[in-house]
């Protein structure tokens, strides 16, 4: 096995269990490892400090798997497997996240369930290499009757890596998947977002529907990239509630109108509007609506550092307009996935919007992802979404 020798110093981040090691942090390389083999990592002074993947074409040359001196063999993916899914086992709903990579100290690999099926994503050259085996293993370890592969992210790009999707093991998946997470939702593992849908809003989404079947008097909900209409369906459980459905996406719109069938909701409780969300809410502000709930729950507007001005102001731009078609008394739900933007920054952009709407709000939760998409301590760059539920005056 290679070893990674890394310079002077640098080996506190490792102390601290960072799982990535950048190619800076490299001091020279005893061996010539390839792509994706397993490598041991050691200070300057040749003391051993942890166990990863390699992958010279990447940032992140090695990626960590353990901080003890064992081998990563089947029984280690075993191991590390069975801790990630007894994690989960006191989840009710049949779709959630089962592994959530760097923090369930799995580096590149993400497994999500929907019912009977597991879909994978490697993001990663090393796991890319292994992903049969890891998918026979996991088949094994959860009865599921197959895994499919939705390894198409542009990540993969920065480890040298195209796209790949299909079947890995086992059956090909329905389509759709019909899940259950409280209501029911059809779910396109074949070509919805993600993995087939957004699993960490779940409990958010439960939320929405706890809030409004409690105090009654919110029947209007205005739900803003509202994908398959999960909040919908979670809101229609009141059955005053009255949603409007606003995406871009046709596909997703279909699929939302699907959803209200499978819960037998009368079709007469939504309207689904396919626009852009910014002209949308500019219209309805012009028009004078006022809506008890309304969730805003936008795509990724911050790639990279780089992006996140531009995006701050998208952000506020939607905020502020949400604000003003809020009820006195309602709540607004506003979410960002973006791993650019922190919790503190959202607060801040949150509240310049506030600011410039005139109206006046109070923080009733803090909101994360659901508890199926835990963040390691010790990588607090896997808490990308954050939200805010806001009673609004
Ligand atoms: N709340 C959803 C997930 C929303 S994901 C859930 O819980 O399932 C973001 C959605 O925004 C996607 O469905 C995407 O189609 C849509 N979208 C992206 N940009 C948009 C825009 N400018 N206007 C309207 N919809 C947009």
């Known amino acids: 096995m290679s070893d990674i020798i890394l310079h002077k110093g640098r080996e506190k981040s490792v102390f601290r269990r ?35 993947y390699w992958n010279q074409r990447s940032q992140i040359q090695v990626r960590i798997l353990t901080w003890d001196d064992e081998p990563i063999d089947h029984n280690w993916w075993r191991k590390m497997f069975t801790r990630a899914i007894n994690g989960r086992k006191h989840i009710t709903s049949t779709a959630y996240r089962l592994i959530n990579a760097e923090s369930d100290f799995l580096a590149g690999l993400i497994v999500d369930k929907y019912g009977d099926w597991l879909v994978l994503q490697a993001l990663t050259l090393a796991i890319d290499l292994i992903k049969k085996d890891l998918a026979e293993l996991l088949m094994e370890l959860t009865g599921a009757r197959g895994v499919y592969e939705r390894s198409d992210v542009d990540v993969r ?6 796209s790949s999707v299909g079947v890995l093991a086992g059956e090909a998946p329905p389509n759709p998947i019909i899940v259950d997470e ?12 993600k993995t087939g849908t957004y699993l960490d809003q779940r409990q958010n989404r439960a939320l929405v529907g706890e809030l409004i079947y409690s105090q009654p008097h919110l029947t209007t909900v205005l739900n ?15 059955p005053q509630a009255y949603v409007v459905n606003v995406d871009a996406s046709a596909d997703a719109l279909m699929l939302a109108r ?16 396919q626009a852009d969300v910014f002209d949308d809410l500019r219209a309805r502000m012009t028009a004078n609506e006022l809506y008890d709930v309304v969730i805003l729950d936008p795509p990724k507007f911050a790639h ?31 979410f960002s996935c973006s791993g650019a933007i ?15 709407s005139g109206r006046e709000a109070q923080v009733i939760r803090v909101l994360g992802a659901s508890d199926d998409h835990p963040v390691a301590l010790s990588f607090p760059e896997g808490a990308y979404l954050k939200g805010l539920m806001l009673r609004v005056y």
């Open 18 to 52: 960072h799982p990535w090691i950048f190619s800076g942090g490299i001091a020279r390389v005893n061996g010539n490892p390839q792509g994706g083999e397993i490598v041991t990592v050691r200070a300057e002074n040749g003391k051993f400090l942890a166990r990863g």
């Open 157 to 162: 790009g920065k480890e040298g890596l195209k």
């Open 182 to 193: 409280g209501v029911k939702l059809a779910v396109d593992v074949y070509g919805g977002h």
């Open 224 to 238: 803003l990239f509202s994908y398959t209409g999960g909040f919908s369906i979670h809101a229609l459980h009141h």
């Open 258 to 273: 699907e959803n209200m069938r499978l819960n037998r909701i009368d079709e007469a409780r939504a309207e689904y509007i």
């Open 304 to 334: 990279a550092q780089s992006q996140v001005e531009k995006a701050a102001r998208g952000y506020k731009d939607i905020n502020l307009n949400a604000f003003k078609l809020v009820k006195s008394g309602g709540y607004l739900f506003t």
């Open 342 to 356: 922190n919790a503190d920054l959202f607060q801040k952009i949150v509240f310049g919007a506030l600011e410039d």
